[in-house]
């Protein structure tokens, strides 16, 4: 019993001890899921995407399309 309250008193109190880096994909961890996402989905499915990368310049395959919400500052340039 005490080493279950001592466990759950530690994992409420370990967010405010911890380190406050964020432990983030970035690009490549983002770029990573969005290709396996796009080998499971349904060919159909994956026929679209194709087709609505297709019709982006700046885009020439889903992965790097999947990194393009994470930059708030490159999308409010190009939406000026």
Request: with cysteine.
């Amino acid at each position: 019993m005490t080493r279950l309250a001592f466990l759950l008193v530690g994992s409420f109190l370990a967010p405010y001890t911890m380190s406050t880096d964020a432990w983030a994909w970035g690009d490549e961890g983002h770029k990573v899921i969005c290709e396996i996402a796009m080998r499971l989905v349904q060919p159909n499915t994956r026929a679209e995407i194709q087709k609505l990368i297709g019709t982006d310049d700046r885009f020439t395959n889903f992965g790097d399309s999947c990194t393009w919400p994470d930059h708030p500052r490159q999308r409010a340039s190009e939406l000026s």
